[in-house]
């Protein structure tokens, strides 16, 4: 047998598409980010999500056409599961480490996000408990 079955092509097919697409998403947000430490994540999600897709219809397109199980493309899976986060943390401390001995820190925002101003008003000094969930409602105090 040396065609696919229209039930398999298709899903190989669309994750083909997905896995293109989400690499290539990747791609541009690396070219349109401002910053390394912006610009590093969109490239890992794309390589990480998209290799996984390609690597799905490699595997079952492999093992349509064997007529067995093929297990190759779960190593491969495995290894850039487990090496790109971890590169890309690695790359992040080393050029955070770089910048902090510059002297330059990367940059901040502004202020507190108006969830810790929120958080802020909620809960007093000596005060143990958690903030209520809900804003307009009074924490249960017994």
Known sequence: MSELSPWIAIPVALLLC??????????????RLKNFYSR?????????LGLGCILLASLASSSALAN???????????FIVITAPVT??????????EDRRKGHLPAQASGPSPADAELAQDVQPG??????????RPRDDA
């Open 127 to 136: 005060d143990d408990t958690a903030p209520s969930s809900e804003p307009g």
């Open 18 to 31: 997905v896995g293109s697409m989400l690499t290539l998403i990747g791609a541009v947000g690396l070219l």
């Open 40 to 48: 590093v994540h969109a490239p890992t999600l794309g390589t990480t």
């Open 88 to 97: 890309t943390m690695v790359l992040l401390r080393a050029a955070l480490a």
């Open 68 to 78: 067995k199980l093929v297990l190759h493309e779960l190593l491969i899976a495995v």
